[in-house]
């Protein structure tokens, strides 16, 4: 029973290019979470996203920041045109339903050159 | 604003000693609180408390939650050295519609265990 899968695990990129990250959420679970980890910061909340619908997207920057959720396939944090700003480590987190405990993933170390 | 407060922010101890690891909260609308585990990787689950008084407990470890004075224990009894690790508390804000939401999350406690 494969736990939540996040890829890459480690992602480098210049300023002004686009960063994905995608995560695959454990079987059976269809309520995604992503949170932010800076250096020295605890976990922020960014998007919490359900098949095909953002259901809550409170802690995404207004601008560079998309996330979605297709019907088949992972979920996707997009990041274009990075800045230094952006480098941290990014988690995802998945569970089943209503009232059930988010398992995380291993996250993605973003660092921005 | 919503926050999640955890003290002390690091611990040393050694093997064999107990710890306790402290989380306090202002939350509006709370559902529930979660502790986690961080090593290197992922934040691994331990507890989810909903109820005032009811310990849950699982080996050498264990947590309470107390609603009305807004905060939560954890404790470890026998620490061991592979209990080292950062500690996080996190707790569960509904979002608009009511349903399941995000997680508010402390800055975690980190304990290391000295052989």
């Known amino acids: 029973n494969a736990g939540v899968m996040q890829n890459p695990r480690h992602l480098v990129r210049r300023r002004g290019q686009e960063a994905r990250l995608r995560c695959s959420p454990m079987?059976?679970?269809?309520?995604v979470y992503w949170y932010r980890q800076l250096p020295e910061e605890g976990l922020k909340f960014m998007v919490y996203l359900q098949k095909e619908n953002i259901i809550d997207e409170s802690g995404m920057p207004k601008e560079r920041f998309s996330a979605e959720f297709p019907k088949e396939g992972p979920s996707i944090l997009r990041i274009q045109q990075v800045v230094r700003g952006d480098s941290a480590a990014y988690f995802c987190a998945s569970s089943p339903s209503i009232g059930q405990p988010q398992h995380f993933g291993d996250g993605t170390r973003l660092s921005i050159l | 604003e919503d926050k999640v407060v955890q003290s002390p922010l690091s611990l040393v101890v050694h093997e064999g000693d107990t710890v306790t690891l402290n989380c306090s909260y202002e939350?509006?609308?709370?559902?529930?609180l979660l502790w986690y585990k961080q090593e290197k990787k992922a934040p691994t689950f331990l507890f989810m408390l909903t109820s005032s008084g009811i310990e849950k407990k699982s080996g050498r470890l264990s947590s309470i939650l107390d609603k009305k004075e807004l905060f939560s224990i954890l404790n470890i009894t026998a620490t061991q050295t592979g209990d080292s690790a950062i500690y996080l508390c996190?707790?569960?804000?509904?979002?608009?519609?009511?349903?399941?939401?995000?997680?508010?999350f402390g800055k975690g406690t980190k304990l290391s265990v000295k052989p």
């Open positions: 996190a707790v569960e804000h509904p979002n608009y519609g009511g349903s399941q939401g995000n997680l508010i």
């Open positions: 939350v509006t609308n709370f559902r529930s």
């Open positions: 079987k059976g679970h269809s309520h």
